[in-house]
């Protein structure tokens, strides 16, 4: 039997990629004008637009969600809960408490990221339970590729970080007159570490790609996730670029959802990748 694998809609899979990879997904929820509504399995099943014109808070999934989540997924083995950073979503607290609530074997990992960065961790574990690893094993290998998971992003606008209390509004209003584009890193753990800003998007996606491209191991596969918040041409982008010096093992566009939008804005983008090591091998494609 395969071991089961349950992950929060800040992973930003589309349904078919999950259901294809044998991923359960819940969905988080969102508080927009004062209402709750969940987010959907799909990122894009609510615009960007919609969340930066109302939305103010999200959580995570209730319990009972989580609960019937894993029984969906378990097969006989277990189920391995994934879940956003905890310091964007109380996800990960909900799914604790709907582990202790079942006598089925349950596991929950903190993945430490989110988006593009959530959802290559998930594949990355829904393929080895595919492959037949344990239920600790499983646990395992997502503590490890969450400690090597990387996600850069950039914002065009600040007013959504000023507005959910991650950036002083007088430094926001700077920031927008003036036209710069923040570039950050996601680290583990839920810290965000500023890197230098770009002062026009082109430089911006160039600081992305830059960045990912210092990160460079020779011997190692790439998985990486082009992340956007409805402009998928600016993702597909992105893709192409990094395409055109190495050919990933794993390659996808992942939709910040509204639950993510709702922290840094619509015009955001943005790429997550990790490195894995091939016994004896070589880089996936020589520069």
Do not use: C
Request: aromatic letters at 4%; glycine letters at 10%.
């Amino acid at each position: 039997m395969i071991v089961g694998v349950v992950a929060d809609s800040a992973s930003a899979l589309e349904p078919d990629l999950a259901a294809a990879n044998g991923v359960v997904v819940v969905p988080l929820t969102l508080d927009v004008a004062g209402a709750e509504s969940g987010e959907g399995t799909s990122p894009s099943e609510k615009t960007a637009a919609t969340v930066y014109d109302g939305a103010t808070a999200t959580s995570g999934p209730s319990p009972g969600s989580f609960l019937t989540a894993i029984e969906e997924a378990d097969r006989g083995d277990g189920v391995v809960v994934l879940t956003v950073d905890r310091r964007f979503s109380s996800s990960s607290d909900s799914a604790r408490v709907a582990a202790a609530a079942t006598d089925r074997r349950v596991e929950v990992v903190d993945t430490g990221t989110a988006a593009g960065g959530e959802a290559l961790v998930v594949l990355a574990v829904a393929r080895a339970a595919r492959a037949g690893l344990s239920l600790d094993a499983l646990v395992e290998h997502a503590d490890y590729v969450s400690g090597r998971v990387r996600l850069v992003a950039a914002v065009g606008d600040l007013t959504q970080l000023a507005r959910s209390g991650r950036l002083p509004r007088p430094l926001a209003s700077l920031g927008n007159a003036v036209g710069v584009h923040p570039v950050f890193e996601l680290a583990r753990g839920g810290t965000i570490r500023l890197l230098r800003p770009g002062l026009s998007e082109r430089a911006a996606r160039d600081l992305l790609l830059e960045t990912w491209r210092r990160s460079r191991q020779p011997g190692h596969r790439l998985h990486v996730a082009a992340m956007h918040a409805g402009e998928a041409g600016a993702a597909a982008e992105l893709l192409d670029a990094v395409a055109a010096e190495v050919t990933p093992a794993t390659s996808l566009m992942a939709p910040f959802g509204p639950a993510m939008v709702a922290h840094t804005g619509p015009e955001i983008r943005g790429l997550a990748w990790w490195w894995e090591p091939i016994p004896g091998g070589a880089d996936a494609r020589q520069p």
